[in-house]
């Protein structure tokens, strides 16, 4: 009898929960079926029944209709999941919803809706401006964003900088969500209107990636600390904090303990994404030595000017780690003074002297 009951035992293990959801993916342009049910290690997939509904589509339109399709016609609980102009269709579906209720699926029903590498994303998206885009004020469903750090579609630089467009350039937008870790406690979350903005943060620059091969794992850090702030000061992001322990968005589940992000307004305060999972404020103590280094590249002697990031080798190290914290902590200037002067045409003016004396630099550290 024993023998008997661990088989059925088993089967029954493997079988999918009775809450489990419909995933109902819209894929992007061009991209093969079910190629976006591999994304975040297929964490919607594992644990609900997945179909690919919208594949191909040359338009926002064609897509957000079929979205409307299978959502109409799928009964039970659904999970809808946009990718690229997927995304787009999605945002353009939940626009419609908001126009024509009568069209909406009752929210007890969804258990979310996903949108990553989004062209509409608020803080980064490359349409994010276009007339007609982003969400409705009020949407009902619970809904998660995802952006992967320097994605050349969904977080484009706000303002126009050389080193942010050198690294844009680099940046890549199509198969490399499949190993992104959705729940990794460091993954930057931001809240507003029911939506959670998530950031994975980028372990290394796009633009320093091609010098992987050949530089020290050490030297990489090195040249991350010394570049990332100069690309994110062109950068505004909103509040993030790292989302912590307890996320199953596989399930539709936040983590359960989000900290509080309090909404400032005109945007709050400026940050930069570092490389350890969470955010460096301006004028703020740091909470990484990487970090702290950091800060002393782009507030210099704390005069205005900033320190030229093309030297030697050498050159780079002659301040120790030391000196560069005690600069980062002795430094008086106001965050609002220091974004002032990121704008201040005469620091544009120094950026461009920047740019032709790198030309000459033996180090080549300008990645491009």
Not at 71 to 96: K, W
Not at 114 to 130: A, C, I, L, Q, Y
Not at 334 to 359: E, L, N, Q, Y
Request: glycine share 8%; hydrophobic share 30%.
């Amino acid at each position: 009898m024993a023998a008997i009951a661990l088989p059925v035992a088993v089967a029954l293990s493997c079988m999918p929960s009775a809450a489990a959801a419909t995933v109902l993916i819209a894929e992007g342009v061009a991209q093969q079926k079910g190629s976006a049910q591999r994304a975040f290690n297929g964490e919607f997939c594992a644990q609900n029944s997945c179909r690919s509904i919208s594949t191909g589509p040359l338009d926002i339109k064609t897509s957000s209709q079929r979205i409307q399709t299978a959502v109409t016609g799928t009964p039970g609980d659904i999970i809808v999941v946009g990718y690229s102009l997927g995304a787009a269709a999605m945002y353009d579906r939940m626009r419609q919803w908001d126009k024509n209720p009568g069209l909406a699926p009752d929210p007890e029903r969804v258990v979310l809706i996903v949108t990553f590498g989004n062209p509409e994303n608020k803080f980064g998206g490359d349409s994010r401006t276009d007339p007609g885009t982003g969400l409705p004020p009020n949407q009902p469903y619970q809904h998660l964003d995802v952006t992967m750090q320097y994605d050349s579609v969904a977080d484009k630089p706000t303002r126009w900088g050389y080193y942010s467009m050198i690294n844009a350039s680099f940046a890549r937008h199509l198969a490399y969500f499949e190993d992104v870790d959705i729940n990794d406690p460091d993954n930057l979350i931001y809240e507003e209107n029911g939506t959670t903005y998530m950031l994975v943060p980028a372990d290394v620059l796009p633009m320093l990636q091609w010098r992987a091969a050949f530089t020290s794992p050490q030297r990489m850090a090195e040249l991350d600390a010394q570049y990332r702030p100069l690309v994110e000061r062109d950068y505004d992001r909103p509040d993030y904090v790292p989302q912590g322990d307890g996320a199953d968005w596989g399930a539709g589940n936040p983590p359960p303990a989000v900290p509080a992000v309090s909404e400032v307004g005109g945007g709050g305060n400026r940050r930069s994404v570092g490389t350890e999972g969470r955010t460096a404020v301006t004028g703020l103590p740091p909470t990484t030595a990487s970090s702290a280094s950091a800060r002393s590249v782009t507030e210099g002697d704390g005069d205005g000017d900033e320190q030229d990031p093309q030297t030697s080798e050498d050159a780079d190290e002659c301040e120790t780690t030391t000196e560069r914290e005690s600069a980062a902590e002795n430094e008086s200037e106001t965050p609002s003074a220091r974004d002032h002067d990121a704008d201040d045409g005469a620091d544009d003016d120094h950026d461009a002297d920047d740019g032709a004396d790198d030309a000459s630099s033996d180090d080549a550290s300008d990645p491009a």
